[in-house]
């Protein structure tokens, strides 16, 4: 496993933007795939983006798709989810996951989780 911590989140009116950083520790993070999820109130968490160990390859849910982007600096052991032209459903815990193998969709392939942080889009 490896210890994420997120941060980034906090409240931005409908068509903002806000960047997410998850702060990994450890030296094997570039083995690792990343993912994000979010979970609002009475929800499943959800699938919201992945990328490969490599960077080469990303997954984006429908809901997302076109406004956000994932991406990662193994240098830094960090990775980000740039979010633009956000929604009120959007609105949400967002949570940083990663596992040793390639990227997965569901909740159940990953190992290592955040703690999550708040986004909160409204007027």
């Known amino acids: 496993q490896v210890q994420l911590v997120e941060s980034g989140g906090g409240w931005v009116q409908p068509g903002g933007s806000l960047r997410l950083s998850c702060a990994a520790s450890g030296r094997t993070f570039s083995w690792y795939a990343m993912g994000w999820f979010r979970q609002a109130p009475g929800k499943e968490r959800e699938f919201v983006a992945a990328i490969s160990w490599s960077g080469g390859s990303t997954y984006y849910a429908d809901s997302v798709k076109g406004r956000f982007t994932i991406s990662r600096d193994n240098a830094k052991n960090t990775v980000y989810l740039q979010m633009n032209s956000l929604k009120p459903e959007d609105t949400a815990v967002y949570y940083c996951?990663?596992?040793?193998?390639?990227?997965?969709?569901?909740?159940?392939?990953?190992?290592?989780w955040g703690q999550g942080t708040q986004v909160t889009v409204s007027s």
């Open positions: 996951a990663g596992r040793k193998g390639p990227a997965g969709l569901s909740l159940r392939d990953y190992d290592s």
